[in-house]
């Protein structure tokens, strides 16, 4: 069972820079895939983007415009959302996930950061 940890959610200005933690214990040898995702209440979750854990390649949705960017670090088990030039829009509840590459959904999720956004 892969456990997931966001962290570095917080309060930020327009236009500031935030960068999330997701820490991952229990990853069994394999191929998996990390995503990022966010959720403002009483909306559809909305995929940010993800990266193979192993090559480190990476894809994102249209939701950031290219201002967002995901990395990781495999000897701290940890993948990154870099945040910039952030919008009062992007305020929601960031959520990273795990899964299985060659499959589309994601397993294993962490329990969000908050970010917030101020105009």
């Known amino acids: 069972q892969v456990q997931l940890g966001e962290s570095g959610g917080g309060l930020v200005q327009a236009g500031g820079s935030l960068r999330l933690s997701c820490a991952a214990s229990?990853?069994?040898?394999?191929?998996?895939?990390m995503g990022w995702f966010r959720q403002v209440p009483g909306k559809e979750r909305e995929f940010i983007g993800g990266?193979?854990?192993?090559?480190?390649?990476?894809w994102y949705g249209d939701a950031v415009e290219g201002r967002f960017t995901i990395s990781r670090d495999k000897a701290k088990n940890t993948v990154y959302l870099q945040m910039n030039n952030l919008k009062p829009e992007d305020t929601a509840v960031y959520y990273c996930?795990?899964?299985?590459?060659?499959?589309?959904?994601?397993?294993?999720w962490g329990q969000g950061t908050q970010v917030t956004v101020s105009s």
């Open positions: 996930a795990a899964g299985v590459i060659g499959r589309a959904k994601y397993d294993w």
């Open positions: 229990r990853l069994t040898p394999g191929s998996y895939k």
């Open positions: 990266i193979s854990w192993n090559g480190g390649s990476t």
